[in-house]
């Protein structure tokens, strides 16, 4: 079978790895993790020892936050327009709530945009 993965579950695979073994995956050498588990979860696999070949230390810490950010799916990224006015950003945590906001990006626009 050919399993295909997405990004995210990439992140995923080196994070288990890492809280399993204490084995910080690159991306290329968590694949095997990756497809291993949605192949388990698709096909609903229970009580069987299963391996995946990983290999290569080629990470470096500035990646790490990136997989870290991935890695669990709790985190999203919205991209919205609020009025330019006080209390906007506030009314905008309200919909969100009780979720954190960890980066906000703003961008000031003028008439002129």
């Known amino acids: 079978d050919m399993i295909t993965v997405d ?8 994070k288990l790895s890492y809280n399993d073994a204490r084995v910080v995956l690159e991306p290329a050498g968590a694949l095997g993790v990756a497809g291993m ?5 698709e096909n609903g696999i ?10 290569g230390a080629n990470m470096d810490f500035d990646r790490l936050r990136f997989v870290s950010e991935r890695a ?4 999203r990224s919205l991209a919205v327009t609020i009025p330019e006015k ?3 950003f506030r009314a ?8 954190n906001v960890t980066e ?10």
């Open 7 to 14: 990004t995210d579950q990439i992140c995923n695979a080196i």
């Open 37 to 41: 588990k949605k192949y388990v979860e």
């Open 46 to 55: 229970t009580g069987q020892t299963m391996v995946a070949i990983t290999s």
């Open 72 to 75: 669990d799916g709790s985190e």
């Open 86 to 88: 006080p209390g906007a």
């Open 92 to 99: 905008l945590y309200n919909l969100i709530w009780p979720r």
């Open 104 to 113: 906000f990006s703003y961008r000031f626009e003028t008439e002129q945009r």
